[in-house]
């Protein structure tokens, strides 16, 4: 991955744009989301209190056939909105039901929130398919970054532009300012469910990063400054390939059998290829930093310089609070202690001031 892969020449203090090039955008998060029409729902999914009754349009998140203990099929479903998540049971005609609904499908649902075991679930009153003529807005369906996406990338670019690294500094460049990139730069999630699950997630996950490494760099002068935030930018930059996120936050086929951090690597090194001596060494440095940011975690390679080390516990900090920011929203007011099934431990969502009685 070095000076072999280049295809063009660019100086790099050469600031205009190259021609198009190779990246051409495919079933990924650049798919502008299908619209029925523009009426938006004034309440969602996980606005509804026990007991409330509602009516509306969701997504299928999943779909799973199981049996009862009389040897009986039935359903349980997933329903999602841009509010969240929540199950419910369809006890007859399940194989019927199940035949005719589609994972990422838009059905129209009447339903009451219930509880089930400390959780609450949808009791399913009726459901049906969604038609052609009604009247859905399916920004309505998928959760949305509360930061506007595009100044968010206008946020990242005024990051680069503190680089004093040319070639880095140029790298940038060429990948926040490419017009087949950045629209799907501008949609893409964080994540499927764990963390900045939602659309123009990666970009307010990076931008949180940007942060927390000019933080670490300040503190830590002994690091190199610039390829620590140029890492922060580029980390997931392979996100954009491996989520679609039209109805649904699902990975796309190229996501599943390449995964993010190889995409990423890739992405990288063909435009690094565009620019005129770009050092491989550098290069290998910023390719490391991409491919052990999440260390232990799926990462092909465990963190081997500084800015790297930093990196990875950056990302593991803000990837970890907005999960426990995104639980926290889905407690019950009674509820301080939730078990993280990721993080195989249970986990207390109160504040210390919450706490003034002592035990429960």
Known sequence: MGNQLRRREIQAGDTSRPERRRYRPGDRCVQEPLRLSGLSQKRHLRDYGLGEEFTGFFVIRSKDLRTKRNGEPYLVLEFGDRSGRLYGNIWEDAERVYRELEVGGVVKLQGRIEQYRDALQVGIRRLRPAQPDDEID?????????????EGLERLRRNADTLA?????????????DEELTPSLLKAPGGKLWHHNRRGGLI?????????????????????RDLLLAGAILHDIGKIEEYSCDTLIDFTDRGRLIGHITIGAQIVADYAAEIDDFPPGLLDRLTHMILSHQA?????????????????????????????????????????????????????????????????
């Open 296 to 360: 232990e975690f799926d990462s092909p390679v465990l963190p081997k310089i500084r800015e790297a080390f930093l990196l990875h516990y950056a990302d593991q900090i803000d990837s970890k609070m907005d999960a426990f920011r995104r639980i926290s929203s889905e407690l019950q007011p009674d509820e301080k202690w939730r078990f993280v099934r990721l993080l195989d431990r249970f986990i207390n969502f109160s504040r210390a001031d919450d706490d003034q009685d002592g035990d429960q």
């Open 165 to 177: 690294n040319p070639f880095l500094k140029k790298l940038l460049k060429l990948i926040l300012e």
């Open 138 to 150: 399916h920004s309505d369906l998928v959760p949305v970054s509360d930061i506007d996406p595009r």
């Open 204 to 224: 307010e996950h990076t931008l949180s990063l940007c942060w927390i490494c000019r933080f670490l760099a300040r503190m830590y002068p002994e690091v190199d």
